[in-house]
């Protein structure tokens, strides 16, 4: 059984940079693809980012595209969400999820999900 765990999150001022980190162990990840997600009070849960399981591709929702960097550093368990100038938009539980989805997208095409870290951003 795949088992997530996020950590990295916490309270920080717009325009500053948070990196997320995401560890899998219990079983073999690394032939599964990858992604962050996030889910804000009263909101479904949106697509943040996501990567392919060589690492080799990845995809970003266009909220996020230019600030926000998803890595898997050798294809291994670790999973990583680099995110430069936040915005107060940015605040809600990032979840870190692992699957073989038909579409990296979607979030109920992913298997495995992490408890998440909370994330805000505010003056």
């Given at each position: 059984?795949?088992?997530?765990?996020?950590?990295?999150?916490?309270?920080?001022?717009?325009?500053?940079?948070?990196?997320?980190?995401?560890?899998?162990?219990?079983?073999?990840?690394?032939?599964?693809?990858?992604?962050?997600?996030?889910?804000?009070?009263?909101?479904?849960?949106?697509?943040?980012?996501?990567?392919?399981?060589?690492?080799?591709?990845?995809?970003?929702?266009?909220?996020?595209?230019?600030?926000?960097?998803?890595?898997?550093?050798?294809?291994?368990?670790?999973?990583?969400l680099q995110m430069n100038n936040l915005k107060p938009d940015d605040s809600a539980i990032y979840y870190c999820a692992l699957g073989r989805p038909a579409s990296?997208?979607?979030?109920?095409?992913?298997?495995?999900?992490?408890?998440?870290?909370?994330?805000?951003?505010?003056?």
């Amino acid at each position: 059984q795949v088992q997530l765990a996020e950590s990295g999150g916490g309270l920080v001022q717009p325009g500053n940079s948070l990196r997320l980190s995401c560890a899998a162990s219990g079983g073999t990840g690394r032939l599964y693809d990858m992604g962050w997600f996030r889910q804000a009070p009263g909101n479904e849960r949106e697509f943040v980012a996501a990567v392919t399981w060589s690492g080799g591709s990845t995809v970003y929702a266009d909220s996020v595209k230019g600030r926000f960097t998803i890595s898997r550093p050798n294809a291994k368990n670790a999973l990583y969400l680099q995110m430069n100038n936040l915005k107060p938009d940015d605040s809600a539980i990032y979840y870190c999820a692992l699957g073989r989805p038909a579409s990296m997208m979607k979030a109920q095409d992913y298997a495995y999900w992490g408890q998440g870290t909370q994330v805000t951003v505010s003056s």
